[in-house]
């Protein structure tokens, strides 16, 4: 994992389906990070959607903030990122357990939940608005916590939660 801030550090945003949370997750992150030497990119734990852009609401929700997801395009996680990412980054419990099960088993990548680099204590599981249809809370979160993981990343100091 890089201490150096000013090298390239590598995220993994993980969810269920990577239509909604995750693909905000890597938006939002890529919008606040600015300066920040960092490579993004998300993927989720089924295989459903893989190839599929974000869920509408999703990506309206992200429009009306000024973050663009349209290029975005779902994939499944896969072992190989344990290698390419220093930080896996999960939105709940279920998915960094299914993280796990993938994880190569010479590998020490981090993996942790998102909601844990937020400045304030509360829930540590991303609701999913696929279900609970509460995009604009969801998107709060995400950027709260996006603001916290980059804070941690241009101070130099571990990734891991």
């Known amino acids: 994992m890089p201490e150096d801030p000013l090298v390239t550090t590598r995220i993994l945003f993980v969810c269920l389906g990577n239509i909604c ?18 490579e993004v990119d998300s993927a989720g ?14 990506t ?7 973050v663009d997801l349209s ?6 996680a896969v072992p190989e990122d344990f290698e390419r990412f220093d930080l896996i980054v ?20 981090p993996v942790a939940l998102f909601l844990s680099y937020r400045s304030e204590p509360g829930p540590v599981e991303v609701p ?20 916290g993981l980059l804070s941690r990343i241009r ?7």
Do not use: C
Not at 91 to 98: F, G, L, V
């Open 45 to 58: 734990t089924s295989n459903w959607h893989v190839g599929g852009p974000p869920d509408k609401r999703a």
């Open 128 to 147: 999913d608005p696929y279900y609970e249809d509460n995009f604009p809370e969801v998107f709060d979160m995400l950027e709260e916590a996006s603001r």
């Open 71 to 76: 290029g975005l395009r779902a994939r499944q």
């Open 60 to 66: 309206e929700e992200a429009a009306r903030r000024g």
């Open 155 to 161: 101070n130099g100091q571990e990734l891991a939660q």
């Open 21 to 38: 949370r995750s693909p905000t997750a890597e938006g939002v992150f890529r919008a606040l990070s600015g300066d920040a030497d960092v």
């Open 90 to 109: 999960a939105m709940d419990h279920s998915n960094a357990a299914k993280l796990e099960t993938i994880r190569p088993s010479d590998n020490s990548t």
